[in-house]
């Protein structure tokens, strides 16, 4: 019987999506990427406070640093992927909360302090990243399946499989049988686990 598609394993970015990532022409890698990792630094700089408009500024800033630096990024020597976007999503949103600061005399200065030392000394921001990256990853790759599915069986996986409506219900809700839910369910979760592998290792 079918599982559910693997979210707690520790899914990497791909050798050669990397590679792909050098060629700044490669619009199809620039477009995966991103509809992976906006949402994810959008979501770690909301966490430490920021407003909107600083918040997409710090997507801008870590995209143009990620795109100016990819082909000096060493896999083998600078460490994992994500840990090294992860570190520049870090300081790019401590640059921004001192520019903040320095723009605004009546800002309160302690509070800049416990910004700026609930992201440097907060250990858990690493482990938020990742399950923010995760989780996204899963979005993307069930949008991209979605696209390729018939509603009807996308419906049976999602009922089913997300949000764990038994499967003969599914089947009554949806008129199918309760062998063709699993059957869909099964397929629709192999593909997005293929989705996620061929975007996913280091």
């Known amino acids: 019987m079918c599982g559910q598609p693997e979210l707690n394993s520790s899914p990497t970015t791909r050798r050669s999506l990397l590679a792909r990532l050098?060629?700044?022409r490669d619009d199809a890698a620039w477009l995966e990427f991103t509809s992976i990792y906006e949402?994810?630094?959008y979501q770690m700089t909301r966490r430490r406070?920021?407003?909107d408009a600083d918040a997409r500024e710090v997507v801008q800033e870590v995209l143009?640093?990620?795109s100016s630096a990819i082909t000096r990024f060493d896999l083998d020597q600078?460490?994992?992927f994500r840990g090294w976007l992860n570190r520049i999503t870090r300081n790019a949103t401590i640059d921004r909360i001192r520019a903040i600061a320095s723009r605004k005399e009546t800002l309160d200065a302690s509070g800049v302090v416990?910004?700026?030392d609930a992201i440097i000394g907060n250990e858990r921001i690493?482990?938020?990243f990742e399950q923010d990256r995760r989780k996204q990853l899963f979005r993307w790759a069930a949008s991209q399946v979605r696209q390729s599915t018939g509603e009807q069986n996308w419906m049976a996986f999602w009922r089913s499989t997300v949000e764990g409506v038994q499967v003969n219900q599914v089947a009554r809700e949806l008129g199918m049988s309760e062998g063709a839910v699993y059957v869909a369910r099964c397929r629709i979760i192999k593909r997005i686990r293929e989705a996620i592998d061929n975007h996913l290792t280091e």
Do not use: F, K, N
Request: aromatic fraction near 0%.
């Open 126 to 128: 690493e482990d938020e």
């Open 78 to 80: 600078s460490g994992s």
């Open 22 to 24: 050098r060629d700044t």
């Open 39 to 41: 949402p994810v630094i």
């Open 64 to 66: 143009l640093s990620v």
């Open 114 to 116: 416990r910004q700026l």
């Open 49 to 51: 406070g920021m407003q």
